[in-house]
């Protein structure tokens, strides 16, 4: 089913905890996902040693760095990092409305993908909350580039993901994954798509303090004489697009809202997602805010009518 044709805000049956470590900090980190009311939206809570907590809501305006994850927050000591991979799966299914408690910086890595993040969320079910969800419809296309690269929203009767990644390595090259965005589809051609990273970028990466919880079990690593080291080798030919696509799912889902359109990148990343995503939802005559017509739970895209609300603004604190 497409994810924009669910018409109601959900939110888990039940709540589930997960444990990992963080694939910068090394350390071992639970995360607890509560059901939450309509209207909540997904909310990050992060604990402190002195019973102290910080919260944040997974939105465009709370990112901060973007240079080798995505982070919420603009304080290193009170941030929390790496929750694009567990982004991508709830918006993937359609979730709207969760806390997700966590004891550390950073996310767990599990095993560098969102396959474990979607197993885990339909153990437990989701439920329909009976409140009427708000879209975000592109109307205009927004195009941004930086150098090489560049990044676009253009208006579609769905939500479709269209990557193209262009590395100097051999074994990776000229890639592109492109397709619509359903459920089903996120789960076998992108959930298990791993995170991955080149020998010759590790001892600099250790020496800044990160990669601290990278090895073999969560990340897809590449020799340097270009062939993976990982003895299982890759789980899609093209797993490095895969990725990549499975990133920017996770990114742009912090636009606050389900969006219905296309989104389409050449050499993207983290941070040319999120300025992307900043770009849209800063120009409002290339969107609408839309919800599914009264007479069906579901409906076409193209059905999905505008509704009068100045006050929304799903990007917002």
Same mark, same amino acid.
């Given at each position: ?17 997960l ?26 809570v992060?604990s ?13 305006s709370?990112?901060?760095n973007t240079?080798?994850?995505?982070? #919420? /927050?603009? &304080?290193?000591?009170? @941030? =929390? ?20 408690e ?13 396959e ?9 079910g ?7 969800r708000?879209?975000?419809r592109?109307i ?5 580039e930086?150098g ?15 990557v193209?990644?262009d ?32 020998m ?11 990669? #601290? /919880?990278? &090895?073999?079990?969560? @990340? =897809?690593?590449?020799?340097?004489d ?5 003895v ?6 093209d ?5 990549k696509?499975?990133d920017?799912?996770?990114?742009l ?6 969006f ?9 990343g ?24 009264a ?6 895209a193209?059905e999905?009518?505008a509704v009068?609300?100045?006050?929304f603004?799903p990007?917002?604190?």
């Amino acid at each position: 089913m497409a994810i924009a044709l669910l018409g109601f805000q959900t939110t888990i049956a039940a709540p589930l905890s997960l444990t990992g470590i963080g694939v910068h900090s090394g350390r071992s980190v639970t995360i607890n996902l509560q059901p939450a009311e309509a209207g909540t939206g997904i909310v990050f809570v992060r604990s402190f040693d002195d019973g102290t907590q910080v919260e944040y809501k997974a939105v465009s305006s709370q990112v901060g760095n973007t240079d080798l994850c995505t982070v #919420l /927050g603009t &304080s290193p000591a009170r @941030s =929390v990092a790496t929750i694009e991979h567990v982004m991508a799966a709830i918006y993937a299914l359609g979730l709207d409305n969760l806390l997700i408690e966590v004891d550390g910086a950073e996310m767990p890595i599990m095993d560098g993908s969102s396959e474990v993040f979607i197993e885990a969320i339909e153990q437990v079910g989701m439920v329909n909350l009976g409140v009427k969800r708000r879209y975000i419809r592109v109307i205009k296309p927004v195009r941004i580039e930086a150098g090489a690269s560049w990044a676009e929203f253009r208006p579609y009767d769905g939500t479709r993901f269209e990557v193209e990644i262009d590395f100097d390595s051999p074994l990776i090259g000229r890639q592109s994954w492109q397709g619509d965005l359903t459920a089903a589809t996120f789960k076998t051609e992108l959930s298990r798509a791993r995170t991955f990273g080149f020998m010759r970028d590790v001892e600099r990466l250790w020496a800044a303090g990160f990669a #601290l /919880g990278s &090895s073999l079990e969560n @990340s =897809v690593v590449i020799s340097d004489d270009n062939t993976v080291i990982n003895v299982e080798g890759l789980r899609y030919a093209d797993e490095f697009v895969r990725h990549k696509t499975l990133d920017a799912v996770g990114d742009l889902a912090l636009a606050g809202a389900q969006f219905i359109g296309c989104y389409r990148s050449y050499r993207g990343g983290h941070k040319l997602n999120a300025n992307a995503l900043k770009a849209l939802l800063e120009n409002r005559d290339a969107y609408e805010v839309v919800e599914a017509p009264a007479r069906s739970q579901q409906a076409r895209a193209r059905e999905f009518v505008a509704v009068n609300v100045p006050e929304f603004a799903p990007w917002s604190a």
